[in-house]
């Protein structure tokens, strides 16, 4: 069984649209993240919710909305794409040990093209 | 404030030579650091782990890595490489709760036959 799965794996669509990437992780974590992967494979954190509750917010423009219906799943939402969000998207989880830093499981990454 | 820097953009050895990927950390607090590699268009793999328990590091398929707090360091290696160990290589600090990943600009490994 998959640990970490994101759907769609890719996604083209046209600029000043909306889309949504979903991601379910079922290891039974606390903690799921979303990443950006640039087109120079630099990755960077946008968001961490811990129970349903959001934790990190990297200043990320509002056009991006995640959204965790449970703590199994962590949705993000992109309104009004721009051609600078072209871009692969990775889901992670983790649990909340509580012992100091606790492996980041990732999912296979969406890649977003917007033309 | 947390930063990493992975000194060498791209790497090649031959097959069956030694891997060293080098990697340098900035941590305001006693860093965890890791190693994921991520081979053509797939997701992150975890390699291995640093958390303030052994120095020497081991990881999956032969890699391992020595934290050196005296230099900042965390490099890779692995004795003899594998065609199969060709992919890109990020080496990661973390804040103490681990919820923070700061990631290096990545390392591509390229393993010639």
């Known amino acids: 069984d998959t640990a970490v799965s994101q759907t769609p794996k890719y996604l083209v669509t046209q600029m000043g649209n909306d889309k949504s990437i979903k991601c379910e992780q079922n290891?039974?974590?606390?903690?799921m993240y979303w990443y950006k992967q640039d087109s120079k494979k630099f990755l960077k954190i946008m968001f961490s919710y811990n129970n349903k509750e959001l934790i990190i917010n990297e200043t990320v423009p509002n056009r991006f909305s995640p959204k965790s219906p449970d703590k199994a799943h962590l949705n993000l939402h992109i309104n009004s794409l721009e051609l600078g969000d072209s871009a692969v998207y990775f889901c992670?989880?983790?649990?909340?040990?509580?012992?100091?830093?606790?492996?980041?499981?990732f999912g296979p990454g969406t890649r977003l093209t917007v033309l | 404030a947390q930063s990493v820097t992975q000194l060498d953009s791209h790497v090649s050895v031959s097959e069956g030579t030694p891997v060293l990927l080098r990697c340098n950390y900035s941590?305001?607090?006693?860093?965890?650091l890791f190693w994921y590699v991520q081979h053509p268009n797939k997701g992150l793999q975890l390699l291995l782990k640093?958390?303030?328990?052994?120095?020497l590091v081991k990881g999956i398929n032969g890699f391992e890595a020595e934290f050196k707090k005296s230099e900042t360091s965390f490099h890779l290696t692995k004795p003899s490489a594998h065609m199969s160990d060709a992919a890109e290589y990020f080496c990661v600090v973390s804040d103490p709760h681990g919820n923070k990943l700061v990631f290096g600009a990545g390392t591509i490994l390229r393993v010639k036959s």
């Open positions: 290891l039974g974590h606390d903690t």
């Open positions: 992670a989880s983790s649990r909340d040990s509580g012992q100091g830093a606790d492996t980041q499981y």
């Open positions: 941590s305001s607090y006693s860093p965890s």
């Open positions: 640093y958390t303030s328990a052994a120095t």
